[in-house]
């Protein structure tokens, strides 16, 4: 059973920075496609930022790029995203997700099949 486990949300001030982990179980971590989204009241979900199985590749929504970083430590089962420069319109729920298909990159919600439950970050102007 997998299972995905974020933490590290939290209330910041505009240019602040939040680490978030996303601890996974239940499969082999490093078999598996990582990428973080996010959904705000009244929006719809988002991509964020994505990562290869090996960590060798990243990509990220024009909105974060620059200012946040994805990573994954395959040893510890734990996948993060660094957030610096935070802006009032970053604001949302952060949500890690997992695909252990064939994909090697993936931008919508609909190829990861995994979910953690979301850990909300607020930033105030």
């Not at 997998?2 to 996303?22: I, M, N, P, T, W």
């Not at 009244?42 to 970083?69: H, L, M, N, P, Q």
């Amino acid at each position: 059973q997998v299972q995905l486990v974020e933490s590290g949300g939290g209330l910041v001030q505009a240019g602040g920075s939040l680490r978030l982990s996303c601890a996974a179980s239940g499969r082999t971590f490093s078999n598996c496609l990582m990428g973080w989204f996010r959904q705000a009241p009244g929006k719809e979900r988002e991509f964020v930022a994505g990562i290869s199985r090996s960590g060798g590749t990243t990509y990220y929504a024009d909105s974060v790029k620059g200012r946040f970083t994805i990573s994954r430590d395959n040893a510890k089962n734990t996948a993060y995203l660094q957030m610096n420069s935070l802006k009032p319109e970053d604001t949302a729920v952060y949500y890690c997700a997992a695909d252990w298909g064939p994909v090697q990159i993936a931008r919508s919600a609909r190829e990861f099949d995994y979910w953690g439950q979301g850990t909300q970050v607020t930033v105030s102007s």
